[in-house]
């Protein structure tokens, strides 16, 4: 017996495999876009209510890396001892642009004594920041205001936390207050904007677009 090949069957298959493909991408594409777009509104909503602390080494290497954190260390005392309580976001920048000197001499106060002489530069700019999730907080990549500073050449990978509303400067390494809630965040933020920022990583804006809109 011959075999027959039924072309029309095989091509009407085809048809309907491609025509489900195409359905997924597009249906994709759309929830990619406005996933994207939900998730750009949420990073610059927040970008509006708070100021980073941003510290760059000046290269990759362990001793570079180390003298970062030095200088991080020395910073946080500074400004731990020095910032004026209850100061509101464009105090509290105006106060750190004002005492970008000081900051400077305590950075590299600490470097010489490593005995570095590297030279330090502090700014308040605007700095790209990728994704970060810490302590159940999120912050989306995008633009944020921040105290930066340099360390040398600043080609390292960097020391970040949240300056504004001062968060932890106890430990110098988290981004919530020493006993462990959100207040101080949560207090500069709207409830929807709280809402975001302490979605559960795994779900990021995933989860904001679905239970949030």
């Excluded at 760059?56 to 970062?68: G, P, V």
């Excluded at 309580?85 to 490593?114: F, N, P, Q, Y």
């Excluded at 590297?118 to 994704?131: E, G, L, M, Q, R």
């Excluded at 390494?173 to 965040?185: R, T, Y």
Aim: glycine share 8%; hydrophobic share 40%.
């Amino acid at each position: 017996m011959g075999f027959t090949y039924n072309t029309d069957r095989y091509k009407n298959q085809t048809i309907f495999i491609l025509s489900v493909l195409l359905a997924v991408m597009v249906t994709g594409g759309i929830f990619w876009r406005t996933e994207a777009a939900a998730e750009a509104g949420m990073q610059q909503e927040i970008a509006g209510e708070i100021l980073r602390f941003h510290v760059i080494a000046d290269s990759d290497s362990e001793e570079d890396q180390k003298l970062k954190l030095e200088v991080r260390d020395a910073v946080t005392d500074y400004l731990s001892r020095e910032l004026p309580e209850d100061l509101s976001l464009e105090e509290t920048e105006s106060w750190v642009r004002e005492h970008t000197d000081e900051i400077e001499d305590a950075g590299e106060s600490a470097l010489a004594e490593a005995g570095s002489d590297d030279p330090v530069n502090a700014a308040v700019t605007t700095c790209w920041f990728s994704d970060r999730t810490y302590d159940g907080l999120f912050f989306p990549a995008g633009n944020y205001r921040a105290l930066r500073v340099e360390i040398g050449e600043a080609r390292g990978h960097n020391w970040w936390c949240v300056l504004y509303p001062g968060l932890s400067f106890g430990d110098a390494v988290n981004v919530v207050d020493p006993d462990g809630n959100h207040e101080k965040i949560k207090n500069v933020l709207t409830e929807e904007e709280y809402s975001k920022v302490t979605a559960v990583s795994d779900f990021k804006i995933s989860w904001y677009f679905w239970e949030g809109k």
